[in-house]
């Protein structure tokens, strides 16, 4: 089989490609670079000739793993650039794919799309308003939830089986090595390697977060490949921990003697997102997620040989 993914060179596109690179054959697309990756041996290509091959392959599965995040200075300056280059880069992506024949796609997106804070659970048959969103990441949100309903309707269009998956934040090995464009866990353990004294975290450290180990999103990834398509789905595992004790967890493994500083700005206002993973659970009910504290450990390790 013939794998596409299209934001091979980012955090989950990157992890991927590691787990299917021995067995299967890679077209990896992003920004800047096309590779083939065959029996483990990577070229450099044009999308011109990659597009001739894909044309002469009849079993090819793809995947949209690009996304492009926000730092917060550069997000409050201009946020519609990260609306138009979201859209932007779905749109590369169905071209890409559109005189290819594709067995199935999967897209991954984001909590974000469910808005600021819920009493109830959300889940993925919801009806999603824009005006739920939150303010702070009102243009990442819409981003993500335009995607979506683009990615959607060319897939009905097209007879395209798919799946929607929904993520909360994901960390782990090969995640970016930008502080200001990492998320949370990465920014905090590269920012503490650099022991500095005092360290200025964003919010208030009262929000309450779930984060997913990447590990357990390709571990995932590779099951439904086995399975007909899902259309939305929602992955995370409903366990929550505040960006305090994150904080004291890491500051604690890595450098004891900073000082931590919370400073009440951040860009997003949402203070805990509830979101429902029934549906994973009554389909993949022995599933088990990485405890949290042997991924923590991976990370570090993994980000203290990148600094070295």
Known sequence: MSVIIFGGNGFIGANLINKLKEKETIYSFNSKYNYLIKNGSKINITSKYAISLLKKDKNIEAYFCSSVRYNPIHYKKKPLDIYKKNIFILIQFLKLISNIKIKKVTLLSSYAVY??????????????????????ENFYALSKHNQEQIFISYCE??????????????????????????????????????????????????????????????KFLLKIRKIKALNIINFGSCKFITIKKLSYILNKKISPTSILHYNNKSISDVPMRFVSNKKLLTIFKNFKFTEFDIAIKKTISWYKKQSK
């Open 115 to 136: 808005g600021h804070n819920r009493k109830s659970k959300c889940y993925e048959n919801e009806i999603i308003d824009k005006s739920y969103f939150s303010k702070g």
């Open 157 to 218: 269009q097209k007879d395209l089986p798919f799946n929607i998956v929904r993520l909360p934040s994901i960390f782990g090995e090969n995640s970016s090595l930008v502080i200001k464009n990492a998320h949370v866990i990465p920014s905090l353990i590269m920012k503490l390697i650099r022991e500095p004294k005092e360290l200025d975290i964003f919010g208030t450290g009262n929000e309450k977060r779930e984060f997913i180990y990447v590990g357990d999103l390709i």
